[in-house]
């Protein structure tokens, strides 16, 4: 078990690592204020959707205000429809290398025209929570809202509930195996690169028209961890809403998880994979996000089951430094970074919170604790990195990664 003096170095480093990639001042291009924190000052230098969420999180154990601040500034970034992009480039004049890579230029000026997990429900309502402040909620709450029903009116062409991702970065983990076989199975990073290019060049014509981007087919995945995040947050706003709005988005999530149950769960393999195209075919590579669902409240005791079965086996996900992106035993499995994937078998904290998350609310305390402590064993060992060897606990990607502070949140929970 991690001792109390470590405990206290990583309380403090994480609190350091949040201060110092704070950003603020005034944006030109906007016209608006902003406060956030950067993943990552080198590599990373603007505003990410779904890290700032867990931004907020880890910040309820630092500064309140500031975790205020994290959400109110990702929402400065809402489009009239109620669409909020990936990534917003407060800062993008300062630097033109970063703001020059794939997802980030294909946009508006200032902003991607892409999504990336919906986790923003739940990290409103933890901030919520942890400040008690109402103006601060009656504030976000609209544009939160709004978000939520773009999502289901423009991301679920076909009706089913289940939200559609249209590119590989949308769904956070952005290398991800599992997408192979849409991509023309890239060997290495620069293979990954030139298809994604060529999807843009497709998609140049209608950037911002995400009907007509899906029907196109070219990408068009059901993916699980981001109809996870998009379930628990519409469930986090059924708690922060009042009356038969807090009874809608109730309905709505559970709504998304039947069929989210229904449609990408393989009772066979015990475990969620994401449907591709029109046709739905599963994509049956064995990854975190086919664990995700794991978080849900409400998912059935005899799935909950099956998930953890992979969790705690030694051939799979139950490696020295838990838990790795993909699973052991995938033919795909890299646990390094070799050839410049992300996503392919490295363990990295904000999957581990979140699978942490369902194995405390489903009475998995034990298995939580260790994957807590070894989390915190790979932070004291390598520094505060993007992500880790799950055999080593060797730390890869950027340094000071702020979402990696979200240790804080699990320790303390
Ligand atoms: C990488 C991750 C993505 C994250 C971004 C910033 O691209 O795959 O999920 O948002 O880095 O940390």
Aim: glycine fraction near 8%; charged fraction near 25%; proline fraction near 6%.
């Amino acid at each position: 078990m991690t001792n109390t003096a470590d405990i206290e170095r990583l309380k403090r480093e994480a609190a350091q690592i949040l201060a110092e990639n704070r950003r603020t001042g005034h944006a030109a291009w906007n016209g608006q204020d902003y406060a956030y924190v950067v993943p990552s000052a080198g590599s990373y230098p603007f505003q990410w959707f779904w890290d700032s969420c867990f931004h907020a999180i880890a910040l309820t154990h630092v500064n309140l205000g500031w975790a205020k601040d994290e959400i109110e500034t990702l929402l400065k970034g809402a489009q009239p429809g109620g669409f909020i992009p990936h990534q917003i480039l407060w800062e993008k004049d300062r630097y033109p290398e970063a703001a020059a890579r794939q997802s980030e230029k294909f946009g508006d000026r200032y902003t991607s025209s892409s999504i990336q997990p919906p986790v923003l429900g739940t990290a409103l309502e933890r901030v919520f929570r942890a400040t008690n402040d109402r103006t601060f909620l009656k504030r976000c709450l609209p544009p939160v809202m709004a978000f939520y029903g773009w999502l289901a009116d423009v991301r679920d062409p076909d009706g089913d509930g289940l939200i559609a991702i249209i590119q590989p970065d949308e769904s956070g983990a952005d290398a991800s195996p599992k997408f192979d076989p849409l991509m023309e199975f890239p060997k290495n990073n620069d293979d990954l690169v030139r298809w994604i290019e060529k999807l843009y060049t497709r998609y140049q014509p209608l950037r911002f028209d995400d009907r007509a981007i899906l029907a196109l087919d070219l990408f068009n995945v059901e993916e699980v961890l981001t109809n996870t995040c998009y379930i628990l947050g519409l469930e986090a706003l059924g708690r922060l809403c009042e009356g038969a709005e807090a009874r809608e988005f109730a309905e709505r999530a559970a709504r998304v998880q039947r069929a989210l149950v229904e449609r990408c769960y393989d009772a066979a393999a015990g475990a969620f994979f994401d449907l591709a195209g029109r046709a739905e075919t599963p994509l049956r590579t064995l990854t975190i996000t086919s664990l995700a669902p794991l978080a849900l409240p409400g998912l059935d005791r005899a799935i909950v089951e099956r998930l953890v079965a992979h969790l705690v086996d030694a051939d799979e996900f139950a490696l020295p430094f838990p838990v790795p992106s993909v699973s052991r035993a995938e033919p795909t499995f890299m646990p390094g970074n070799a050839r410049g994937f992300i996503w392919r078998g490295p363990s990295w904290i904000n999957s581990n919170w979140l699978i942490g998350e369902g194995l405390r609310t489903h009475g998995y305390e034990e298995l939580r604790r260790r994957i807590t402590d070894r989390s915190c064993a790979m932070l004291l060992q390598s520094g505060f990195r993007e992500y880790f060897n799950p055999f080593t606990g060797e730390g890869h990607g950027s340094r000071n990664h702020s979402w990696s502070t979200l240790i804080l949140d699990m320790i303390e929970r």
